[in-house]
């Protein structure tokens, strides 16, 4: 079903992994949708090509969201494209996991200015240039909810994201929605990479369905927050996570 045709879609760091299974979802239900990148212009042209040879309609928009300018010029490029944004998707983010002890200054700051200021940024430019009764899903983790030894900074980062969703859902008016999305442990390279097997395992002992997440799972709930169904849904968070937590 093609519950998202009409609508224009912006998904920050949609060249790989969770954000291309987004990115590519959207599009299948009918969304025009903007593949932002930072760095891999390669993987981001790969997604709006597949998309494309679905039928889809997608550009592929470079932009680091850790600087305002260059937020700005997404917004407009992608509005000058479209003619509008309807929905905006936090995805981009890094995670850094280190002991407190060993977190350099370079670590915090970079971990902030992607999931923090890139939140922030993205926030400030919609409050202007999201089109009337729009949605915004930012990206938190659900390592929020578990007290894991390294993820200090980390968590520390999507927990500020948490309360800028809740804030600026009660901000923002003109009917846009802001809700957070929690997902748990995921099966993309970034993720599964250098881990050996038995902490795969472990993790996916921790839900009853005994598996890790797919990115399609975390896309099918991207998929309705952006629907017009969950305009009553707002300022939540919603783990995404098999019931890890």
């Known amino acids: 079903m093609k519950n998202l045709s009409e609508k224009v879609i912006l998904v920050t760091g949609a060249s790989k992994g969770i954000g291309a299974a987004i990115?590519?979802?959207?599009?299948?239900a009918g969304a025009k949708v903007i593949v932002n990148y930072?760095?891999?212009?390669?993987?981001?042209?790969?997604?709006?090509?597949?998309?494309?040879e679905n039928g889809g309609e997608a550009i592929a928009v470079q932009a680091d969201v850790s600087k305002a300018d260059q937020v700005k010029d997404l917004f407009d490029q992608s509005i000058q494209e479209f003619g509008r944004i309807d929905v905006l998707v936090n995805n981009a983010g890094i995670m850094i996991t280190k002991p407190l002890k060993d977190t350099t200054d370079e670590d915090f700051t970079r971990q902030f200015d992607i999931n923090v200021r890139g939140v922030f940024?993205?926030?400030?430019?919609?409050?202007?240039?999201?089109a009337d009764n729009g949605s915004i899903i930012n990206f938190s983790t659900t390592v929020n909810r578990l007290?894991?030894?390294?993820?200090?900074?980390?968590?520390?980062?999507?927990?500020?994201?948490?309360?800028?969703?809740?804030?600026?859902?009660?901000?923002?008016?003109?009917?846009?929605?802001?809700?957070?999305?929690?997902?748990g442990p995921t099966n993309t390279e970034l993720f599964v990479n250098g881990k050996p097997q038995q902490v795969i395992d472990h993790l996916a002992s921790l839900n009853p369905f005994g598996r890790i997440g797919e990115p399609s799972d975390i896309a099918e709930i991207v998929v309705f927050l952006a629907s017009d169904q969950a305009k009553w849904v707002n300022a939540q968070n919603i783990g995404v996570n098999g019931g890890m937590a």
């Open 121 to 130: 940024n993205t926030l400030r430019e919609a409050s202007a240039k999201l």
């Open 147 to 183: 007290m894991l030894p390294t993820y200090g900074t980390y968590v520390a980062t999507k927990s500020a994201v948490e309360q800028l969703t809740r804030v600026f859902s009660k901000e923002v008016g003109r009917g846009i929605n802001v809700n957070s999305v929690s997902p």
């Open 38 to 52: 930072a760095g891999s212009k390669a993987a981001a042209e790969d997604v709006v090509n597949n998309i494309k």
């Open 23 to 28: 990115a590519k979802r959207l599009a299948e």
